[in-house]
T-cell receptor, first 109, second 115 residues
Framework: GQNIDQPTEMTATEGAIVQINCTYQTSGFNGLFWYQQHAGEAPTFLSYNVLDGLEEKGRFSSFLSRSKGYSYLLLKELQMKDSASYLCAVTDSNYQLIWGAGTKLIIKP | IAGITQAPTSQILAAGRRMTLRCTQDMRHNAMYWYRQDLGLGLRLIHYSNTAGTTGKGEVPDGYSVSRANTDDFPLTLASAVPSQTSVYFC??????????????FGPGTRLTVL
């Protein structure tokens, strides 16, 4: 079967750095997305990785290792507004998007 | 303002009733999608449409139907609602062929409760 694993919940301190991991077992791979979803709101696009390595976009970076079936989202200089759920999604060999259940990130002052 | 709108925002529905959730986008995107989101589960695709006039089944299509008469609108119909269809429903669109590599843009969601 196809599976996306993320931690259910993480807690971090304002101003710190946090890494949210995502591992996947899918039938093939055609890209990996990270979305942010604030409580009661719609998911919004953060990043897309299709090649191995690190993609940096301001305070957010996303890393991919296709051989390990692994990605992480790195958030630096955490702000209270970063409190949200972070969704990992993988495009499989059939070009279907498979979603993880999301990681709820709680930021404390 | 460009984007996706959904209606209603929320709805309480008696089991057995028919319900249509509306979704409209003004970005001229080819592909549109309907998802449901339940606590502890990832987004699950119900139905999708890669272009106007065509639709396809996703992971959990049973009990739902869709139509895509034009580019902008993609309504989702529950023919006879059941309590297990209580969920938050998101409509999304993408500017591409809908092959799963496009960035998807989501509407604000409809919170549906079936009693």
């Amino acid at each position: 079967g196809q599976n996306i694993d993320q931690p259910t919940e993480m807690t971090a301190t304002e101003g710190a750095i946090v890494q949210i991991n995502c591992t996947y077992q899918t039938s093939g791979f055609n890209g990996l997305f990270w979305y942010q979803q604030h409580a009661g709101e719609a998911p919004t696009f953060l990043s897309y990785n299709v090649l191995d390595g690190l993609e940096e976009k301001g305070r957010f970076s996303s890393f991919l290792s296709r051989s390990k079936g692994y990605s992480y989202l790195l958030l630096k200089e955490l702000q209270m507004k970063d409190s949200a759920s972070y969704l990992c999604a993988v495009t499989d060999s059939n070009y279907q998007l498979i979603w993880g259940a999301g990681t709820k990130l709680i930021i404390k002052p | 303002i460009a984007g996706i709108t959904q209606a209603p925002t929320s709805q309480i529905l008696a089991a057995g009733r028919r319900m249509t959730l509306r979704c409209t986008q003004d970005m001229r995107h080819n592909a549109m999608y309907w998802y449901r989101q339940d606590l502890g589960l990832g987004l699950r695709l119900i139905h999708y449409s890669n272009t106007a006039g065509t639709t396809g089944k996703g992971e959990v299509p049973d009990g739902y139907s869709v139509s895509r008469a034009n580019t902008d609108d993609f309504p989702l119909t529950l023919a006879s609602a059941v309590p297990s269809q209580t969920s938050v429903y998101f409509c999304a669109s993408s500017d591409g062929s809908g092959d799963g590599t496009d960035t998807q843009y989501f509407g604000p969601g409809t919170r549906l409760t079936v009693l």
